[in-house]
């Protein structure tokens, strides 16, 4: 059966950083493309970054370009979202996803994790 498990969500003040990480059980990760998503209150859950299974293709929102960096560790199967510059706007539902086409990085992807929080206060 495959799993997404995302950790790393929490409450930080603007301008601060947090890391996200994400594993796979049950999927082959270092065959996959994977994608950090999220949704914020009242809207609905958009692409922020996307990465392929052999790392050579990033995908990045305009809203979190210069500010997040996606990386995995596919000997660790490890999937990263290292996030800086922390905005009250980043406050969301953070997801991650495994399957799915990195280059578009839409929310089509097929396996999903539950989520994780990160609150971002002014």
């Known amino acids: 059966q495959v799993q997404v498990v995302e950790s790393g969500g929490g409450l930080v003040q603007a301008g601060g950083s947090l890391t996200l990480s994400c594993t796979t059980p049950?999927?082959?990760?270092?065959?996959?493309?994977m994608g950090w998503f999220r949704r914020a209150p009242g809207k609905e859950r958009e692409g922020i970054s996307c990465i392929s299974w052999s790392t050579l293709r990033t995908y990045y929102a305009d809203s979190v370009k210069g500010r997040f960096t996606i990386s995995r560790d596919n000997a660790q199967n490890t999937l990263f979202l290292h996030m800086n510059g922390l905005k009250p706007g980043d406050t969301a539902m953070y997801y991650c996803?495994?399957?799915?086409?990195?280059?578009?990085?839409?929310?089509?992807?097929?396996?999903w994790g539950q989520g994780t929080q990160v609150t971002v206060s002014s």
């Open positions: 049950g999927l082959n990760f270092a065959d996959v493309n």
């Open positions: 996803a495994a399957g799915g086409d990195d280059r578009t990085c839409r929310p089509d992807f097929p396996y």
